[in-house]
């Protein structure tokens, strides 16, 4: 779990992605990038949560927790 007080990050399903491209593409501040051809967040400190990544892929691989944060105060 990680505690509501830790930076909220995408979470990325590696096992959805199909390594388009198309969210590190759209990442306005270069948090994303590709590692073992899947889409990975290779800058954490770099990512604002605006959310265009989760928006963009197509696949649904990318998701954010805010949902998940806002019920219980903890991602699981
Ligand atoms: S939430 Fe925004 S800044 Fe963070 S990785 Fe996704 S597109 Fe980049
Ligand atoms: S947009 Fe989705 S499928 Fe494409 S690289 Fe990003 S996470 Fe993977």
């Known amino acids: 779990m990680i505690p ?3 930076p909220w990050m995408p979470r990325i399903d590696r096992g959805l992605c199909t390594g388009c491209g198309d969210c590190i593409a759209r990442c306005p501040t270069g948090a994303l990038g590709r590692k073992e051809d899947k889409a990975t967040l290779v ?3 770099l990512c604002t949560y605006c959310a265009a990544c989760e928006d963009v892929c197509p696949v649904g691989a990318i998701e954010l927790p805010y949902l ?6 903890y991602e699981t």
Do not use: E, H, L, T
């Open 4 to 6: 509501i007080s830790d």
């Open 43 to 45: 800058q954490p400190a």
């Open 68 to 73: 998940i944060v806002k019920q219980g105060g």
